[in-house]
């Protein structure tokens, strides 16, 4: 299956159990349709983060759309997180809530806007090819312990921001070293 309509299918799935979810209330059963809903949604980001993201920066580069489609990744991982920590108390509802749109907002604007840049951008062979590995990934992601892989990934998205903020401040540091160095030079 082509790899932009494989995702819009999975995003369909998840539309689908948030329905479910919302339907449950608080009822028992709520706890079983949130841990598919997990499930689904971190090897949704798995694919995405691994293969598909990867493979649109090669072929249209590091875009506003495709880094900002990164970032929501961030706050979907931190949703889910919270959203699991307050299953079965009074604040699941609304954290779900909050998660589900994060996650429709991402999803419309990837099929919306990413999705025909891709398509136009990456032969339907490669599309097809890039779907199989996303199909087999997801099929492997998904059978995996969601929890442990939210943190991984939290601690991936902070150690992220944490590198980009040490960065700067090295940088700023470096063009002041820099500039010191400079003025020196130009005093003698």
């Known amino acids: 299956m082509d790899a932009t309509k494989l995702l819009k299918a999975q995003h369909e ?3 689908t159990l ?3 979810l919302e339907s449950q209330g608080s009822s028992p ?3 079983a349709i949130f841990e ?3 499930r689904n949604l971190v090897a949704h980001d798995a694919i995405e983060r691994e293969i598909f993201y990867p493979e649109c920066e090669k072929a249209i580069g590091l875009t506003d759309q495709l880094a900002e489609a990164l970032v929501e990744h961030g706050y979907v991982e931190y949703g889910l997180y ?3 920590l307050a299953l079965g108390e009074g604040s699941f509802e609304a954290k779900c809530q909050v998660l589900k749109e994060v996650v429709l907002h991402h999803a419309r604007e990837e099929e919306d806007d990413l999705f025909p840049e891709v398509r136009a951008a ?3 062979s490669e599309l097809e090819s890039l779907g199989a590995r996303m199909e087999k990934r997801f099929n492997v992601v998904k059978q995996a312990d969601y929890r ?3 943190r991984e990934n939290l601690l991936q998205v902070m150690s992220g921001a944490l590198k980009t903020k040490a960065k700067k401040e ?3 540091s470096e063009k002041a070293t820099s500039a010191k160095s400079n003025q020196r030079s130009a005093d003698r």
Do not use: G, P, S, Y
Request: hydrophobic residues 45%; proline residues 0%.
């Open 36 to 38: 598919e809903l997990a």
């Open 13 to 15: 799935e998840v539309k």
């Open 148 to 150: 442990e892989l939210i």
């Open 18 to 20: 948030f329905k479910q």
């Open 122 to 124: 990456i032969e339907a």
């Open 82 to 84: 919270q959203a699991d």
């Open 170 to 172: 090295t940088d700023k």
């Open 29 to 31: 059963d709520a706890a």
